[in-house]
């Protein structure tokens, strides 16, 4: 069935009254089962399980993905599945939203590892205990919970706003659970079938396992680039192109991510890749302030992280400055963050859903305790001062507000921009301390985007008549779920060899780089920087403003982003073009296969996200299984 929804002139002109009493009246769905025990399983299960497949493309790309559709397929083919072998009564459409809920909630907790955390054990060059890890991340991702849910009825309830990845989720859900299932188990057999071949091809990129296996034969190279240096070596500058990361891999996972982004960042990070790679190391090598390692053959080696180190500034400077614009450049996304939020309240007696949102005061009482915790939690595991924790509290309800404003119109959550400006903060405020440049900031930023990411969510449950409670409890499942399987798989398989491994060319962590860059650079000064670093920087810095500035002017028209031209300094040049390659298949097929009833067309362009949903899973759950096995039972 169609979802209901108000038109713009309800939206524009009825009261709040109006919507939630219209919303009572023909969406909420009363009391058809939501939270039950196999719905909070399920989703818990799923839930760990996805929190994995962001943990590894956070490793690769900075980013962390959202699994909402992802997990509301893959839910609905295990219902599906289920009842088919009688095992239980028909699912209804709020278990499989309250399961994708719970994977959702546990998917987005695991951002902190990615990054403030892992700068932090970067700069410190301590592995903290693991416990000390779960119990942070778990904190700050209740009180992000907790920021979001008072939002909601501005945002969603009052002002309808898009939150467009949500809506797709609410749009996906509907359908399969209104007629439309064999659209839908389509999908869920496309999206199965893409991650059962891109587990497949991980495991066969696994040279140690498919040499016990005795199937060396079948190895996939990791490198395409091995027949070629049968018969030349190719060098630019007199350095080896191995060296400067430039050879194509079989990555798919990155090429699925690159699906996602879409051409034109596709597009920018090959660009900037190109910049970075082709001109700009061989000119730092030529300086010397690129530095090698001069290995027992006698052989200077560079690669990945002698690279980066080097030309991660200009980088981050453009991606600071683009992102900063383009956050400011609506200041009406300012204002309207503010605006009628302490609209004079409704009596009690006058709500008609005070017993189906979520009390107030959860959040009056909750948010002053849990913030207490995470204050007092800041203090004794990373040295925070008191004062320094209490302001970033507050903080976090200011960049909520904005981050979920921007996240209600494009789906975009500004975690970066936020970043860099909660680091600008506590470096104005504590500035020789860099431990806690990171950390408050990590408060901050992260909370806050984990408020605006979890509004998505929220979303489709507004949609389609769930209860507010019951979602709020099933984000906390989701939080701990990620927490029991994400945390000790993030220290067996990245801080193995402690924090000096932590950045890898496999693994790149791009955000842990940017965070600890910022933080340096706030705490100790740009003296301690090569020359070459420092114009680096400012002419990044100026590019980014430039490029932005074109696009605003443009209107969207122009190709280029300054975030994905800079994010080139911090990924190696094989993954920027794997997810190029990834962005450009998509955009080739949806202008080839133009004919909606070809089957081009209805497998690969209709179902664009759950391929690339699909082989993000399957690909990302073998590579963190592929990496267990091989440094430990195939190890010994």
Same mark, same amino acid.
């Given at each position: 069935?169609a979802?209901?929804?108000?038109?713009?002139e309800?939206?524009?002109?009825?009261t709040?009254?109006?919507?939630?009493?219209?919303w009572?009246?023909?969406?909420?769905?009363?009391?058809?089962?939501?939270?039950?025990i196999?719905?909070?399983?399920?989703g818990?299960c799923?839930g760990g399980?996805?929190?994995?497949?962001?943990?590894?493309?956070?490793a690769?790309?900075g980013w962390?993905l959202g699994?909402?559709?992802?997990?509301?397929?893959?839910?609905?083919a295990?219902?599906?599945?289920l009842s088919a072998?009688?095992i239980?009564?028909e699912?209804?459409i709020?278990e499989n939203n309250c399961?994708?809920?719970?994977a959702?909630a546990a998917g987005?907790m695991t951002a902190?590892?990615i990054s403030s955390l892992?700068?932090?054990?970067?700069?410190?060059?301590t592995v903290i205990?693991m416990?000390?890890t779960?119990i942070?991340?778990?904190?700050?991702?209740?009180?992000?919970?907790?920021?979001?849910?008072p939002?909601?009825?501005?945002?969603i309830?009052d002002e309808?706003?898009?939150?467009p990845?949500?809506?797709?989720?609410g749009i996906?859900?509907d359908a399969?659970h209104?007629?439309?299932?064999?659209?839908?188990m389509?999908k869920?057999?496309v999206?199965?079938?893409?991650?059962?071949?891109?587990a497949l091809?991980?495991l066969?990129?696994?040279?140690?396992?498919m040499?016990k296996?005795?199937l060396?034969?079948?190895?996939i190279?990791e490198y395409?680039?091995?027949w070629?240096?049968?018969?030349?070596t190719?060098?630019i500058g007199?350095?080896?192109?191995?060296?400067?990361t430039?050879?194509?891999?079989?990555?798919f996972?990155?090429?699925a991510?690159?699906?996602?982004m879409?051409?034109r960042?596709?597009?920018?990070?090959?660009?900037?890749?190109?910049?970075?790679?082709?001109l700009?190391a061989?000119?730092?090598?030529?300086?010397?302030?690129v530095?090698?390692?001069?290995?027992?053959?006698?052989?200077?080696?560079?690669g990945?992280?002698?690279i980066?180190?080097?030309a991660?500034?200009?980088?981050?400077?453009?991606?600071t400055?683009?992102?900063?614009?383009a956050?400011?450049?609506k200041?009406?996304?300012l204002?309207?963050?503010?605006r009628?939020?302490?609209?004079k309240?409704?009596?009690?007696?006058?709500d008609i859903?005070r017993d189906i949102?979520?009390p107030m005061?959860?959040?009056?009482i909750g948010?002053?305790?849990?913030?207490?915790?995470?204050?007092?939690?800041?203090?004794?595991f990373?040295?925070?001062?008191?004062?320094l924790?209490?302001?970033a509290v507050?903080?976090?309800?200011?960049?909520?507000l904005?981050?979920?404003?921007?996240?209600?119109?494009?789906?975009i959550?500004?975690?970066g921009?936020?970043?860099?400006l909660t680091?600008l903060?506590?470096?104005a405020?504590d500035?020789?301390?860099i431990?806690?440049?990171?950390m408050t900031?990590g408060?901050?930023?992260?909370? =806050?985007?984990n408020a605006?990411? /979890? %509004?998505?969510?929220?979303?489709?449950?507004y949609? *389609?008549?769930? &209860?507010? +409670?019951?979602?709020a409890i099933?984000?906390?499942?989701?939080?701990?779920a990620g927490a029991l399987?994400?945390?000790?798989?993030f220290y067996?398989?990245?801080?193995?060899?402690?924090?000096?491994?932590?950045i890898?060319?496999?693994?790149p962590m791009p955000?842990?780089?940017?965070?600890?860059?910022v933080?340096?650079?706030?705490t100790e000064?740009?003296s301690?920087?090569?020359?070459?670093a420092?114009w =680096?920087?400012?002419?990044g810095? /100026? %590019?980014?403003?430039?490029l932005?500035g074109?696009? *605003?002017?443009t &209107?969207? +028209?122009?190709?280029?982003?300054?975030v994905?031209v800079g994010l080139?300094a911090?990924?190696?040049?094989?993954?920027?073009?794997?997810?190029?390659l990834?962005?450009?298949?998509f955009w080739?097929a949806?202008?080839?296969f133009?004919?909606?009833d070809?089957?081009?067309?209805?497998?690969?362009?209709?179902?664009q996200e759950p391929?690339?949903?699909?082989?993000?899973a399957?690909?990302?759950?073998?590579?963190?299984a592929?990496?267990?096995l091989?440094?430990?039972?195939l190890?010994k």
């Amino acid at each position: 069935m169609a979802l209901k929804q108000l038109d713009p002139e309800q939206i524009r002109t009825w009261t709040l009254e109006q919507k939630d009493r219209w919303w009572f009246e023909n969406v909420w769905r009363g009391d058809m089962p939501q939270l039950t025990i196999r719905s909070a399983l399920t989703g818990m299960c799923l839930g760990g399980i996805l929190s994995l497949t962001n943990l590894y493309v956070g490793a690769k790309t900075g980013w962390t993905l959202g699994v909402g559709i992802t997990s509301v397929i893959l839910a609905f083919a295990l219902f599906k599945a289920l009842s088919a072998l009688k095992i239980g009564s028909e699912y209804t459409i709020l278990e499989n939203n309250c399961m994708q809920s719970i994977a959702t909630a546990a998917g987005y907790m695991t951002a902190p590892m990615i990054s403030s955390l892992g700068a932090y054990m970067l700069v410190t060059n301590t592995v903290i205990p693991m416990a000390t890890t779960m119990i942070w991340i778990i904190a700050i991702a209740v009180l992000g919970v907790l920021f979001a849910f008072p939002l909601k009825r501005r945002f969603i309830n009052d002002e309808q706003h898009p939150f467009p990845e949500g809506r797709a989720a609410g749009i996906v859900m509907d359908a399969l659970h209104s007629g439309n299932a064999s659209e839908g188990m389509f999908k869920a057999k496309v999206l199965l079938s893409a991650g059962g071949l891109a587990a497949l091809a991980k495991l066969l990129q696994s040279q140690p396992i498919m040499e016990k296996l005795k199937l060396s034969f079948l190895l996939i190279p990791e490198y395409l680039d091995g027949w070629l240096y049968k018969f030349t070596t190719l060098k630019i500058g007199g350095v080896d192109l191995r060296e400067l990361t430039v050879r194509p891999d079989t990555d798919f996972v990155m090429m699925a991510a690159g699906g996602l982004m879409g051409i034109r960042v596709g597009v920018s990070i090959m660009i900037g890749a190109l910049i970075n790679y082709l001109l700009l190391a061989p000119w730092g090598i030529a300086l010397g302030d690129v530095v090698g390692q001069t290995g027992a053959d006698g052989v200077t080696h560079y690669g990945f992280r002698a690279i980066t180190s080097w030309a991660l500034w200009g980088g981050v400077a453009m991606m600071t400055t683009a992102s900063l614009m383009a956050f400011f450049a609506k200041p009406q996304i300012l204002f309207s963050a503010f605006r009628g939020l302490f609209r004079k309240g409704r009596a009690a007696n006058n709500d008609i859903l005070r017993d189906i949102e979520l009390p107030m005061r959860v959040f009056v009482i909750g948010i002053p305790i849990v913030g207490t915790i995470v204050v007092l939690l800041a203090h004794h595991f990373f040295g925070v001062k008191i004062w320094l924790g209490i302001i970033a509290v507050p903080l976090v309800f200011i960049f909520t507000l904005i981050g979920v404003n921007s996240t209600a119109l494009t789906s975009i959550t500004p975690t970066g921009a936020m970043g860099k400006l909660t680091q600008l903060t506590f470096g104005a405020l504590d500035p020789k301390n860099i431990k806690t440049n990171l950390m408050t900031a990590g408060i901050t930023a992260e909370v =806050a985007g984990n408020a605006a990411n /979890l %509004l998505m969510d929220i979303k489709p449950g507004y949609m *389609l008549g769930a &209860k507010p +409670r019951q979602q709020a409890i099933g984000h906390v499942l989701g939080i701990f779920a990620g927490a029991l399987v994400s945390v000790p798989v993030f220290y067996w398989v990245f801080l193995k060899g402690g924090p000096s491994e932590l950045i890898q060319e496999q693994y790149p962590m791009p955000a842990v780089s940017i965070w600890k860059a910022v933080a340096e650079v706030l705490t100790e000064g740009l003296s301690n920087l090569a020359i070459s670093a420092r114009w =680096a920087a400012l002419v990044g810095g /100026l %590019l980014g403003l430039a490029l932005e500035g074109i696009r *605003l002017a443009t &209107k969207g +028209r122009f190709w280029l982003s300054g975030v994905g031209v800079g994010l080139a300094a911090v990924i190696p040049f094989n993954t920027c073009l794997a997810m190029f390659l990834g962005s450009l298949f998509f955009w080739l097929a949806e202008r080839t296969f133009k004919r909606p009833d070809s089957a081009a067309h209805r497998v690969i362009v209709q179902n664009q996200e759950p391929i690339c949903g699909g082989v993000i899973a399957g690909g990302a759950l073998m590579g963190i299984a592929v990496i267990l096995l091989e440094n430990f039972p195939l190890a010994k």
